[in-house]
């Protein structure tokens, strides 16, 4: 295979781009910066990425204007377009707004980007109007977009490991708050309109009986009432947001597969934190603590008594007083351990449900309410984002920081929306007719900033240290282990799903270098790394595995530490034994040494649609470490308990160590 694909790749992505419906969906320009990180590493040449991306990109939009010019208004009646007339009828308006400029700006405007080129050949666009902002803005677009991939590649390749955590760490925020505004938009797009036909429904259903639920139904959701809508809503709201809440409380108490999640996502976390990533996050921590929490509720409570709002001043202060006393009933109730200890003392060291992803979801999600009912539907939209980023990033920062398990913050979450549901619910069938709360946006930011700052200026440097990551793994002899403390350690991988995966058949008690050099030695070595060139080797149906990478496994949030592999039989392109190794949860009290887990699989490629194929791991796990164990000095094969065996593996386990370690 060739990287010539690679740039073909890019060609097909910015193409793709400027199509309409395509456009909308495909995330092309986060493949291309990606892709465009490569280039330094020498994977990957700047200047053929470069014109690529500008003919695909000039393609593109030329393509979505020959379809206008061709079909006119005809080829809005067809499929897909048919099912974007939003989308349509923005592009047209920024046209008619822009002229010919539109498809020069287009180039960079989210949203109508994809449609105007179409909407500039359905209205008749000067041909070589079109083209001359076509190139012109193609000619800008693609070194927008692949000098900044190439800048974050260089700096990643030049700082090392930190580098490449940091930028891992602003991927999962970058998608986080992606998810938390797609859900926002999926609620507002698709929910209104399955409410509205349920409300429908429902009014039929109503209508035709005569029971105390009917009427109560038909009163609640009477098309003459303004609220009938955001009251059904808001009572499906308190529905879903109810049953995950004791979902998660069930999976919690009764230590179900979410609890493993808990653990891998903690570990995934622990391994990406840089000191510029615990700065960012400690920021947002200080936004939601106790100290900025209290001073923006009492700006905001004051604000409305001055107003005369006594009825909304009531429904303000129960929503987050009681949520905050509802949390911290269900926190000493649960009495669930932090992930680190030591952070906080009495029943603030209690972890369930998280008391900042709950007490901000409450305030910033009740204030969301209340400020949207006097704004313009664009408004709502606005603040809802603006509520929901902050809010998420809050409870991340949680996660992220070791105070809190997943399911902490995912629980806090589920509680305060169902806590809000309630009283939204309250609020909309006793609020007075006058609406007096006027003003609260503007008071909410200023307390909001004033009170955050200060706690941030006052409390930063207290709380580096508190959240610092520590070590906390427990600690053994040699010879304890040897022994028995082995049985300690898992008996198998959990992924990050936090389902058990294959076992655990070697632990190692030295170094990872000492171990390396032993298996060197008996025709074990390190696996390719990834590149674009064998990573589309897999586009064939007979790729020959030991010229492959390995695809990563996880173990409870861990990446490998060390990957070796080995050709399984006499033919090298045949199948072949892969060792994973990962640092184990217990280390030694003998500094020079540590204990390690590995699993050892055969994998064989498995074909799909006769023009591919991705490797598979065998069920069997006894033969590959029995392979295994020839390499491996002083070793000693001990057995788990019966219940731990299944068809696939009968129990045994390779202890093996340094030979420095053996008289300890």
């Not at 974007?84 to 700006?105: C, D, M, T």
């Not at 008749?124 to 977009?145: C, D, E, Q, T």
């Not at 986080?176 to 505004?181: A, M, N, P, R």
Request: proline share 5%; aromatic share 10%.
């Amino acid at each position: 295979m060739h990287p010539h694909l690679a740039y073909g790749l890019v060609l097909l992505l910015a193409l793709s781009e400027s199509l309409p419906v395509l456009g909308a969906v495909v995330p092309g320009t986060a493949i291309i910066v990606g892709l465009a990180a490569l280039v330094p590493s020498g994977v990957l040449k700047l200047f053929p990425l470069l014109v690529a991306a500008l003919i695909g990109a000039m393609i593109g939009d030329g393509l979505s204007f020959w379809l206008g010019h061709r079909y006119h208004e005809q080829i809005l009646t067809r499929w897909p377009f048919r099912r974007y007339p939003q989308l349509i009828e923005r592009s047209e308006a920024f046209f008619k707004r822009h002229g010919g400029k539109s498809v020069f700006l287009a180039r960079f405007t989210p949203g109508v980007r994809a449609f105007v080129p179409l909407v500039a050949g359905m209205l008749k666009m000067p041909v070589g109007r079109f083209y001359v902002s076509n190139i012109l803005s193609a000619l800008i677009w693609a070194p927008l977009h692949i000098l900044p991939g190439v800048a974050l590649g260089a700096y990643v390749h030049s700082a090392g490991e930190a580098a490449v955590r940091l930028a891992s760490l602003v991927a999962i925020l970058c998608l986080l708050v992606w998810l938390t505004i797609r859900l926002v938009m999926l609620g507002i797009r698709r929910g209104v309109p399955v409410l509205q036909s349920g409300l429908s429904e429902l009014r039929l259903w109503a209508s035709t009986h005569d029971s105390w639920l009917s009427n109560q139904m038909a009163s609640l959701i009477d098309p003459e009432k303004r609220e009938s809508a955001l009251l059904a809503g808001l009572f499906l709201l308190l529905i879903a947001a109810g049953w995950l809440f004791f979902g998660i409380l069930e999976d919690v108490v009764t230590g179900d597969p979410l609890v493993n999640f808990d653990v891998a996502v903690f570990q995934l976390l622990q391994g990406l934190r840089t000191s510029w990533g615990d700065s960012v996050m400690i920021g947002f921590t200080e936004l939601g603590d106790t100290t900025v929490v209290v001073p923006v509720t009492i700006a905001v409570l004051l604000w409305l008594v001055w107003r005369r709002a006594w009825g909304t001043s009531a429904y303000f202060l129960a929503a987050v007083a009681a949520g905050s006393v509802f949390n911290t009933i269900i926190k000493v109730t649960v009495h669930r351990a932090r992930p680190v200890s030591e952070l906080y003392e009495g029943w603030s060291n209690f972890s369930f449900p998280s008391g900042h992803s709950t007490t901000n979801a409450v305030l910033y999600g009740f204030l969301a309410f209340l400020i949207g009912r006097s704004l313009p539907p664009a408004g709502r939209v606005t603040v809802a984002f603006a509520a929901a980023v902050l809010i998420t990033l809050i409870a991340f920062s949680r996660v992220y920081l070791g105070a809190h398990w997943f399911s902490d913050a995912a629980g806090g979450l589920a509680f305060a929306v169902t806590w809000l549901a309630v009283l939204s619910i309250a609020y909309e069938y006793h609020r007075s007719s006058e609406d007096k709360t006027s003003g609260i946006l503007v008071v909410t930011i200023i307390a909001l900033v004033t009170a955050g700052g200060f706690n941030i200026a006052r409390h930063y440097q207290r709380d580096v240290q508190r959240y610092a990551v520590k070590d906390v793994a427990p600690r053994a002899e040699v010879a304890d282990w040897w022994n028995t403390g082995w049985q300690e350690l898992p008996a198998r991988r959990v992924d990050i799903t936090g389902e058990s995966e294959e076992p655990f058949t070697l632990q190692w008690a030295g170094t990872l270098d000492e171990l390396r050099n032993t298996l060197e030695g008996a025709e074990w070595r390190m696996p390719p790394n990834w590149t674009v060139t064998n990573s589309l080797q897999w586009l064939t149906s007979s790729p020959k595995l030991m010229s492959l990478p390995v695809v990563t496994h996880p173990e409870r949030g861990r990446l490998p530490s060390m990957t070796l592999i080995r050709a399984s039989g006499t033919d090298p392109g045949g199948n072949r034994y892969v060792l994973r190794v990962w640092r184990a949860d217990k280390q030694l009290n003998d500094t020079q040494a540590e204990l390690w887990l590995g699993s050892v699989v055969e994998e064989t490629p498995t074909s799909f649609l006769w023009v591919a194929a991705y490797p598979t791991a065998k069920s069997d796990v006894n033969g590959p470490r029995n392979a295994l164990s020839q390499a491996l000095p002083e070793l000693r094969v001990a057995r788990r308990d019966a219940n731990t065996e299944d068809d696939n593996w009968d129990g045994r386990t390779l202890l093996a160590r340094e030979r420095k370690l053996s008289g300890r």
